[in-house]
């Protein structure tokens, strides 16, 4: 039995969309010793004629493999991102509680400007010209303190020059 014997009236193998799968067909049509229309011995539906899904699978998973790892890194670095994020907002929003919570206790305290000949100590409130207002949360070693604004926890400097 040869493959290149097909004609009009013979069996091929062919893939058969309502069996769904590989099924002996009787061609009914051929162009250029190609069968275009078959009969599924099986069913008996007629359809167009499709290669064999066993030698399609074969071409199919050697390109889906290269596609499929880049997918799975990319889907990784996905995940790792938006873990990163929302650790990002559960910090900022941690930072937010603990603001508002400095400002409740410093409601009526004097806030004086932020400058890096200053005198600030522990509970001081500053206002900074860029990171707004900020609550002197430590004095630090070597003339700087922590300050905690409503975005971040930023080391300033003070007595600078005293
Ligand atoms: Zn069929």
Known sequence: MSGRNLSVGGNCDAYCTRCK???AHTIVAMVEGTPVQVICNTCNGAHKYRAPKSAEKAGRSAASKSTGTRGTSTRATGA?????EAAAEKELKELRRRWDAEIGKHADAPTRPYDVRGDFGKDDVIEHSKF????VVEELQDKRIKVLFQDAERTLICRHGS
């Open 132 to 135: 707004g207002v900020g609550f």
């Open 80 to 84: 790792r991102k938006a873990a990163s």
């Open 21 to 23: 799968m590989d099924l």
